[in-house]
């Protein structure tokens, strides 16, 4: 059963960042986060393991096919970002 529909992506702007950030949460919790500040050929993920958690327990257990289709469209959420910001200038 795919649980693809409980995971969200959420554009975050954040003072350790200088460009916009993608955060991925999974049933409201957050997961990951990816940036560019290496560059957008060089793109970063992050795991957080942070003090923000949900009230109760949210398993963090999903196919994989779902977490590499998560992953590919933050990665591919925040190329569009940047290709969009490029073409504004």
Not at 3 to 14: Q, R, T, Y
Not at 29 to 49: A, S
């Amino acid at each position: 059963m795919s649980l693809v529909n409980e995971f969200k992506i959420d554009f975050i702007s954040s003072v350790e960042f200088e460009w916009l950030a993608v955060e991925v949460l999974f049933r409201g919790q957050r997961l990951m986060q990816l940036n560019r500040e290496k560059g957008i050929e060089n793109i970063e993920i992050e795991f957080l393991t942070d003090i923000y958690l949900l009230p109760g327990t949210v398993e963090m257990k999903f196919s994989l096919e779902d977490f590499i289709y998560i992953i590919h469209e933050a990665k591919q959420a925040l190329i569009l970002a940047y290709e969009q910001a490029d073409y504004l200038k």
